[in-house]
């Protein structure tokens, strides 16, 4: 019997059929406005599932068309675009939508190059050479094995755990619950399954391998059962902080339906992922509880501090499909910046959301600095390195006492953990009002 085929809900695009006939050898500025908006549109939704926001997005599809001397005009959500182009005689309009977003930082980085040679290159060359180019791109997938990337969201979730309190132990259940979570999320996202079977299922992945090791640790070692308190740091590679954090820029900017559509999409996974994460605490039994204090000086603290951050943040890049060299320099800003925070807090006695506000300030001022030495997009560095500053532990603690009904408890969490979501984008804005002429006007 041969087996059932599965048919796609979103038909492919045959961005090649939309060229001129013969018009092989015609550059793309002499060519019609449906081989020209042809172009436009598949560059925007490129962009588009590499997981950047709606004005990166315009702002690009915008450089395409004024080198090819047409005007276009783009709605964008989070997964589809409307735009129409004009060239003053005609015009052509096109839908376009993704199966399925997420992040790429090195497709993200082949399309800026793109863009940013076309109106020197791209314009001579027609415009079935230009899409036989972005097929090239399009074929950037993943440049890290699932097992890789479980290897790194294990890194960062290990870091993870202790920027949040907890000491060794915690770290290496975490790291092994992370790193096999992640491993199975991203095999099942390769197989194409549903984001919630993806999420459910990598997350209680993640909390069953916390559990089976500490209760292991416990009959060899004797080992004391509050060390539980990491099981939400082994599941925290789902949360969303890429979405959170563009989904504050397009509001920015007034891109409402991008905006509204991320913010949906990110509160989306965090329910999912906390749901899943508090129904496998009941069956096994783990409850949130406060870490253990740490004996560690001021100074231990803030060294051990920069590495954690240095680490955690490499290993989110890395999630993200960047390349070592970007998630290095990410890696480093994140280091500063998270300590900066951390400290504030501590030592200055900061609110958590202030002190947040002030971190992803510093990280977006830093990028600025040092993105045109690294040659990658500001957004590519900025966002990785305050990923790590997204309250997932307060998000999940909110749905966990509000699933056991404790709901003053859970209120508190909730309003601590929206602020600091708040901050995060707002500082990463105000550092691009500073230093972004382009940005700081709605044009």
């Keep these: 019997m041969q087996?059932?085929?599965?048919?796609?809900?979103?038909?492919?695009?045959?961005?090649?059929?939309?060229?001129?006939?013969?018009?092989?050898?015609?550059?793309?500025?002499?060519?019609?406005?449906?081989?020209?908006?042809?172009?436009?549109?598949?560059?925007?939704?490129?962009?588009?599932?590499?997981?950047?926001?709606?004005w990166r997005v315009r702002s690009s599809m915008n450089a395409l068309a004024e080198a090819m001397g047409i005007t276009c005009t783009a709605d964008i959500g989070l997964m589809s675009i409307s735009y129409t182009c004009f060239d003053g005689g005609s015009s052509f309009s096109h839908a376009l939508s993704l199966t399925t977003t997420g992040v790429n930082?090195?497709?993200?980085?082949?399309?800026?190059?793109?863009?940013?040679?076309?109106?020197?290159?791209?314009?001579?060359?027609?415009?079935?050479?230009?899409?036989?180019?972005?097929?090239?791109?399009?074929r950037i997938h993943g440049l890290y094995s699932p097992a890789a990337l479980g290897l790194a969201s294990a890194?960062?979730?290990?870091?993870?755990?202790f920027l949040l309190g907890g000491g060794p132990l915690?770290?290496?259940?975490?790291?092994?619950?992370?790193?096999?979570?992640?491993?199975?999320?991203?095999?099942?996202?390769?197989?194409?399954?549903?984001?919630f079977m993806c999420i459910a299922v990598s997350v209680s992945s993640a909390c069953l391998v916390y559990a089976g090791f500490l209760k292991l640790a416990e009959l060899l070692f004797h080992i004391s059962v509050q060390h539980e308190a990491g099981y939400i740091c082994s599941m925290l590679f789902i949360i969303p902080g890429f979405p959170f954090i563009t989904s504050g820029?397009?509001?920015?900017?007034?891109?409402?339906?991008?905006?509204?559509?991320?913010?949906?999409?990110?509160?989306?996974?965090?329910?999912?992922?906390?749901v899943s994460a508090w129904l496998m605490a009941l069956l096994l039994?783990?409850?949130?509880?406060?870490?253990?204090?740490?004996?560690?000086?001021?100074?231990?603290?803030?060294?051990?501090?920069?590495?954690?951050?240095?680490?955690?943040v490499f290993g989110f890049s890395v999630m993200f499909n960047s390349p070592v060299r970007l998630a290095a320099a990410a890696a480093f800003i994140g280091a500063l910046s998270n300590t900066l925070r951390l400290e504030l807090v501590d030592l200055a006695g900061f609110p958590p959301a202030a002190a947040a506000f002030f971190g992803a300030l510093t990280a977006g001022l830093l990028a600025s600095l040092i993105k045109t030495k690294v040659g990658y997009p500001r957004i590519s560095i900025t966002v990785p390195?305050?990923?790590?500053?997204?309250?997932?532990?307060?998000?999940?603690?909110?749905?966990?006492?509000?699933?056991?009904?404790?709901?003053?408890?859970?209120?508190?969490?909730?309003?601590?953990?929206?602020?600091?979501?708040?901050?995060?984008?707002?500082?990463?804005?105000?550092?691009r009002i500073l230093t972004d002429k382009m940005f700081r006007y709605c044009t």
């Design 385 to 431: 390195s305050i990923v790590i500053m997204v309250p997932g532990l307060y998000l999940y603690r909110a749905i966990y006492n509000l699933g056991i009904m404790s709901l003053n408890v859970s209120a508190s969490w909730f309003a601590a953990a929206i602020l600091i979501i708040v901050a995060l984008p707002l500082g990463l804005i105000f550092a």
């Design 3 to 54: 087996p059932e085929m599965i048919r796609k809900n979103h038909m492919d695009v045959e961005w090649h059929e939309y060229t001129d006939e013969n018009g092989q050898n015609t550059p793309v500025i002499n060519a019609s406005i449906t081989e020209k908006a042809s172009i436009i549109g598949r560059v925007g939704i490129m962009f588009l599932s590499c997981g950047t926001g709606a």
């Design 285 to 312: 039994h783990l409850k949130p509880v406060d870490f253990l204090p740490l004996e560690l000086s001021a100074a231990q603290r803030i060294l051990f501090r920069l590495l954690a951050s240095f680490c955690g």
């Design 249 to 274: 820029i397009d509001l920015a900017k007034l891109d409402m339906r991008s905006g509204l559509e991320r913010l949906a999409y990110a509160i989306i996974v965090v329910m999912v992922a906390a």
């Design 170 to 195: 915690e770290m290496i259940l975490a790291f092994a619950g992370a790193g096999i979570g992640n491993a199975i999320r991203c095999k099942l996202g390769k197989h194409h399954f549903t984001l």
């Design 105 to 138: 930082a090195s497709r993200l980085n082949r399309l800026e190059h793109f863009v940013s040679d076309f109106p020197a290159e791209g314009i001579h060359m027609s415009g079935e050479a230009l899409h036989s180019q972005l097929d090239e791109i399009e």
């Design 155 to 161: 890194l960062a979730c290990g870091a993870f755990t």
